[in-house]
């Protein structure tokens, strides 16, 4: 970690995978809610609003547990 200065560590090494494991876990579920709001019909703009007021609480909730 030249850049900040910092010694490598296991830490440092596993953070930015386990960053993109989490990120994409929450970005299928997002995607499977959006695509089940799609079935149901409506405009884009209600589509996503119905999509992200469903996903919004748990993925908030879920990504702040340790």
Known sequence: ????GE??????????FSL???GSTYS????AQ???EVEK???AAEVVLRAFSRV???????????
């Open 56 to 66: 919004s609480l748990p993925v908030v909730i879920a990504a702040s547990l340790p």
């Open 41 to 43: 019909g409506g405009t």
């Open 34 to 36: 959006y695509e089940e």
């Open 20 to 22: 993109i494991v989490i």
């Open 28 to 31: 299928i579920y997002v995607i």
């Open 1 to 4: 970690m030249v850049l900040t």
């Open 7 to 16: 010694a490598i560590t296991i830490g440092t090494l596993v953070l930015p």
